[in-house]
């Protein structure tokens, strides 16, 4: 609840309800850093599909400062290394829908897209279409993501 009065938290808003729930395979996040943090996609394109989030409920990055916008490349950063390890991912997706035009899906929230790929992987845009093959369960990934994310901080 300390989140709530230092954040703002908004109501309805995906990110900052996840944010007011205890870390686990319910809300998804891997991982809490000073100014943002990094949440699972509960409908990933891909295995491993992470979202890194500022706390701050802004629609778009001009509205970040300077330490936010620093921890978000850096939490971005870790983000890659951690995909990497994971799964072998040489390739990743890396960005932002902001606005509703360019498909954000939560449009009050910035928050930026990771995603490891593979040869052989059908393009960005088209992994966005209905059909989607998930092999791994979302909360062994979950876990397994976690852990490794914790192993690094330590
Ligand atoms: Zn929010």
Redesign the pocket.
Known sequence: MEYVEKHG??EG????ENLALPDGPENLILHRGEHAFVILNRYPYTNGHMMVVPYA?QPSLEMLDGPVLAELMQLLVEALSVLRQAYGAASFNVGANIGKAAGAG?V??VHLHVLPRWPGDTNFMATTAEVRVIPEDLKDTFERLRALWTERRQ
């Open positions: 938290e908004q808003c995906f990110f900052c409920h939560v009050d929230h």
